[in-house]
């Protein structure tokens, strides 16, 4: 079945950089759109960035020029490098794909910023 498995979020100070991971399995990686997507405390699900099969990338003005989506294809990983950060991204950050047009998520993996 189809599994993503994030990693590399915890405690940084503001100003700080952090690098997520997300590995798939159970699907073609090469061939899907894989994004990033976030969940502060008492907000909703936002997108932050997304990484077509052609590398093509987009991403939440928020995340604009602070953050870096890439993918490795030979890994089935994607990541979301995260630089300059800011208190107000403490959220937990969930990889995400769509297959057989339903949604897949990862368990998530908390990023907290301290100011």
């Known amino acids: 079945q189809v599994q993503l498995v994030e990693s590399g979020g915890g405690l940084v100070q503001a100003g700080g950089s952090l690098r997520l991971s997300c590995v798939a399995s159970?699907?073609?990686?090469?061939?899907?759109?894989m994004n990033w997507y976030r969940r502060a405390p008492g907000k909703q699900r936002e997108l932050v960035a997304g990484?077509?099969?052609?590398?093509?990338?987009n991403y939440a003005d928020s995340a604009k020029g602070r953050f870096t989506i890439s993918r490795d294809n030979a890994k089935n990983t994607v990541y979301l490098q995260m630089n300059s950060l800011k208190p107000e991204d403490t959220a937990v950050y969930y990889c995400n794909t769509v297959v057989r047009s339903l949604d897949r998520w990862g368990q998530g993996t908390l990023v907290t910023v301290s100011s």
């Open positions: 159970g699907m073609d990686f090469s061939a899907k759109v």
């Open positions: 990484i077509t099969r052609w590398g093509s990338e």
